[in-house]
């Protein structure tokens, strides 16, 4: 079947071993001193062993593969652990999985295991990196709106919003208005929060110094695709360089099976806006 699967690319791989703590469900080893895909069934596609690998080479690509089995994966959990199984649990959670969390809960409970997440339904541990933990911002309580320790309230609904580390499928990105910015935008413009964030799902990327950006293109596309977005906003920098964000929203539009309208922004570097036009599918 056609899914999502992690790829590595081995050139750059320098075999730290970094992203196996990232993949409880056991689909990586490090094996003659690269880190290796030993199994397409226990592979999620989710990327979580992104984030840590500190020379980007870890990406997610769509491609024949065996289809993912959460029993099968369990199976292999259980053997490692409460904390692996705990880890496992959290990052299913974490990535709004709920259909295989809700396999892995009934595989343990059918088999009597304790499961680490219902003693405390409020802990929200986090496997891998802890700024990569994935938080639903949108209902935060007027009092923290308000934001009485600072003079000028966030706008920021969920966390993380780094393009590398977001999931495309997160919640708040469903049927949603999202914004894709350039890293500098924010700092141009004074009243970004509330004159564009407000309300609004974000991700942020440099299309000059992020690299392995096929996977940028991967999760546009899933916006499109999976997450159903309503709209896109590209927002970028009036310079050459930035142009490029706005060449992958274009591009992953051109590779999608559903058509999204698509708006774009172009900032000055004294905040002015110098275009906001929409693209034409």
């Given at each position: 079947m056609l899914r999502k699967i992690i790829k590595i690319d081995e050139k750059k791989c320098t075999g730290c071993g970094d992203c196996i703590p990232n993949c409880p469900e056991g689909a990586l080893q490090i094996i003659d001193g690269k880190a290796r895909l030993i199994s397409d069934l226990f592979c999620d596609g989710l990327g979580a062993c992104i984030g840590p690998c500190p020379v980007g080479a870890m990406t997610v690509e769509e491609r024949e593969a065996e289809p993912y089995a959460e029993k099968k994966v369990m199976e292999n959990i259980v053997k490692q652990g409460k904390n692996v199984i705990k880890a496992h649990l959290e990052h299913l959670k974490n990535h709004g999985e709920t259909g295989y969390l809700k396999e892995a809960v009934a595989f343990l409970n059918e088999r009597g295991v304790e499961v680490p997440m219902e003693k405390n339904k409020n802990t929200h541990a986090h496997s891998g990196c802890p700024g990569a933990k994935m938080v639903d911002l949108r209902n935060k309580?007027?009092?923290?709106?308000?934001?009485?320790?600072?003079?000028?309230?966030?706008?920021?609904?969920?966390?993380?919003?780094?393009?590398?580390?977001?999931?495309?499928?997160?919640?708040?990105?469903?049927?949603?208005?999202?914004?894709?910015?350039?890293?500098?935008?924010?700092?141009?413009?004074?009243?970004?929060?509330?004159?564009?964030?407000?309300?609004?799902?974000?991700?942020?990327?440099?299309?000059?110094?992020?690299?392995?950006?096929?996977?940028?293109?991967?999760?546009?596309?899933?916006?499109?695709?999976?997450?159903?977005?309503?709209?896109?906003?590209?927002?970028?920098?009036?310079?050459?360089?930035?142009?490029?964000?706005?060449?992958?929203?274009?591009?992953?539009?051109?590779?999608?099976?559903?058509?999204?309208?698509?708006?774009?922004?172009?900032?000055?570097?004294?905040?002015?806006?110098?275009?906001?036009?929409?693209?034409?599918?």
């Open positions: 309580s007027e009092a923290e709106e308000d934001g009485a320790s600072v003079k000028a309230a966030s706008q920021l609904k969920q966390w993380p919003i780094q393009l590398h580390l977001v999931n495309p499928e997160a919640p708040y990105y469903q049927k949603a208005d999202v914004l894709l910015v350039a890293d500098c935008v924010a700092y141009a413009l004074g009243n970004f929060h509330n004159d564009y964030l407000k309300g609004k799902p974000i991700a942020i990327a440099c299309p000059k110094l992020d690299e392995n950006q096929e996977i940028y293109l991967e999760k546009i596309k899933s916006w499109f695709e999976d997450a159903k977005i309503n709209t896109l906003t590209v927002m970028i920098m009036q310079v050459p360089c930035c142009r490029g964000l706005l060449n992958l929203a274009q591009t992953a539009l051109e590779k999608s099976k559903r058509k999204v309208p698509v708006k774009y922004i172009v900032v000055g570097i004294n905040g002015e806006i110098i275009t906001e036009e929409w693209l034409s599918n």
